[in-house]
């Protein structure tokens, strides 16, 4: 559209004649010239040099030839708009290439083109001409620290998506080896007992309560199995394997926490039941994980408590300390989304955040079917 109006407008100033025509020319050469710079107006944001080209060295022969008439609308507003252009949407060295021919045309334009040579004209246009250089100077500045804050923004947050990835596939990586022992438990478990039941086969009671174990411990066994079988698993398959604790080393947990400095203390309430292996080392794994953070984290804490419900609904954890997190000390958050990982898997739920009035509190409900 701009490229269109200074196509009419230019050919009307050079046919009417507007008064901002001026000197002498021919009336189709001027039009050629109206029309070419016209064309090269289309492609001023993506060829600005060439553009910039077009405007000012046919301004500067034709003119100074004597064979053009000296145009406002159809050569000086194109030479305006493509110094814009070549300043705004130049890449590389072309804004400065652009700014060199603006430059040189213009003082060869002052010096033999008399109607150029008025003090007042020369104050207007280089004026014009150089606020519309700084213009499109200062707009590709803006553009360009925009598009970088852009990419800054997508790389911090392709850099958190993997962190959270990684820490994701860490911590699923090692609840697939503690399934190995959880499994390889139960396995034994029904071993020993059908070894039991051909031993006592003549006892009908003993060789139906070894059977019944049988069972229980299958059906578990293939629960966690179920759970897991989308969980990544580590190719090393010789990796050490270690006995894996429960809920009973919570009272351990405590006391190690409490030996290293940290003031914890521990409330258990309800009647404890039996938990099935998973969500037994699930609840370990949960306070282990929390008293970690508040060692990290938690600066200036002068009491933490640990919490372990045994409710009809399930078992509910908790961790809560009255300490502040300090800047720069708030790590990666790889070890909530683990614990929410854990919590998940077993369909349960988490909630982690600021404490009133102070502190931090973890609250972690998993799931218990009752027997």
Known sequence: MIALAVLVVGLLEVWVPFVSREGDGNLWLSSAQVVIVAAAMVVRRTRPLIAAGVAFILFSGLHI?????????GQF?????????????????????????????MLVGDLLVPELQVPDE?????????????????????????????????????????RTAQAILEERTRMARELHDVVAHAMSVIVVQAGAAQLVSDDEDEVRRSLETIRLTGAEALGEMRRFVTMLRDQDETALR??????????????D??????????????????????????ASRLVQEALTNVRRHATGAAAVEVTVDHAEDGLHLGVR?????????????????????????????????PAD?????????LPVERS
Not at 81 to 94: D, I, M, P, S
Request: aromatic share 8%.
């Open 122 to 162: 020369i104050v207007f246009h280089w004026s014009v001409l150089f606020g519309a250089y700084a213009l499109g100077t200062w707009q590709r500045v803006m553009a360009n620290q925009a598009a970088l804050a852009r990419q800054q923004a997508i790389d911090a947050q392709v850099q958190a998506a993997a």
């Open 65 to 73: 030839a004597g064979v053009t008439y000296l145009l406002f609308y």
């Open 321 to 353: 300390d009255d300490g502040i997190s300090v800047a720069g000390t708030t790590g990666s958050d790889h070890g909530l989304i683990g614990m929410r990982e854990r919590v998940e898997l077993y369909g349960g739920s988490l909630r982690a955040g």
């Open 242 to 255: 270690v006995p894996q604790p429960g809920l009973a080393a919570v009272t351990q947990l405590v006391d």
């Open 357 to 365: 009035p102070r502190g931090f509190l973890g609250e972690a409900v």
């Open 257 to 282: 926490a409490r030996d290293s400095g940290l003031p914890v203390t521990l409330a258990v309430h309800g009647t404890p039941r039996g938990l099935p292996a998973g969500i037994d080392l699930a």
């Open 77 to 105: 507003v194109p030479m305006v708009l493509t110094t814009f252009a070549v300043a705004r949407h130049g890449k590389g060295r072309e804004p400065y290439l652009g700014a060199a021919l603006i430059i040189g045309t």
